[in-house]
């Protein structure tokens, strides 16, 4: 009697049937087979793009990489088991495994705030700071970002260890909502309010600043227009990984808009000087010789103007955009689910729509590589190598078949 006892408690425990959830379940099941088959392989997919394509090798790519690993982290271990708890209505994992669930979404979660930050600072800093990137976003300096960001969210919820707990209204293994506080709320409020916040911010500086130059970029191209010089074009290599194709933008971005007002002012003086031949040339001309008043730094800024004219500035803002479609698609994923339990604290809303917005968070961990895909051209060409070689083989198998069918 007292073992049916025990077993009808941990079963209630461990339960999170109810007749509202009992169709949604299924919809549940299918979506979360989903997203681990979608996150597992494109997440799998990126870092052996990474690993296998030099041009994806970039200090950049070592924080996209980090996010892959957190997200094949969830997607890989943690989806299946959310899947079979919504598929039976039940934990079936036991205590243990439970806590150790809890502890590895938030770190997984953490560990995607963290890189997301990194991401824009590093952005940042390839526009306004560049010898500042360069000391921190060291080969030695990423290591040890990449250390210290798992570091730290181990440590930040590991002390939760003894609350996590089932929750029935989501279905899975968190905190208890009550006992692990108030550290539990300032860990939340620190990671996705303070944490979030700062994304956005260095994102909002980035585009400032770049609009900026893209507006001394506009000017200089009319006065040139004005003054009947035709700009010449400079066809260069571009990486859409970031960071290279990033710093040619930086340096053209910053010393154009720099030398705007120095090369408006000089404009007039050096007109037939600048009208017979391109900045690259200047300097090697032993007939040329520049007006007094001309310094170094204007014609530079004119010949790397115009080389971020032609294609290393679209590739910087669409990397930057990209990233930032990353930073918009997490917070639409977590947004929902913390407020609307910031709002129902009394668990007063349905079931169905606090799994939907816990649900909603799963897309975070997949969206990702899709994002790349779509958005940068090397991460797609790089996908499509891979699969290429994957199926290879089944290739010659169908074609030997053919072969022998004829």
Known sequence: MLMNNTNQTEDNLFSCYSPSVVGYRYFAVLWGCAVTITGT???????????????????????IVNLAVADLLYCTILQPISVDSYLHLRWRSGELWCRVFGLLLFLSNSVSIITLCLVAVSRYLLVAKRAVFDRVFSDRGLTLLVISAWALGLASFGPLWHVFVFVPQVCTCSFHRTKGRPYSTILLFFYFFVGLGCVGAFYLLIY???????????????????????????????????????MANTSCCEMSSQADVAQDKNEITSKTFSQSTPSSALNSSPGNKPPPDIVPAPTTAASSSRSATSGDDGEFKRVTRMCFTVFLCFVFCFVPFLLLNIADKQNRAPQVLHMFCANLTWLNSCINPVLYAVMNRQFRQAYHLLITRAASPFTCLWARWQGLRS
């Open 208 to 246: 400032k600043r770049v609009r900026i130059a893209s507006q001394a970029l506009l000017r200089y191209r009319l006065s040139r227009r004005s003054s009947r010089k035709k700009p010449t074009s400079s066809v260069q290599g571009t990486d859409d990984s970031g960071v290279e194709s990033g």
């Open 41 to 63: 392989v494109g997440n799998l997919m990126t870092i052996l793009a990474f690993a296998f394509d030099a041009r994806l090798r970039t200090r950049f790519n070592v924080l």
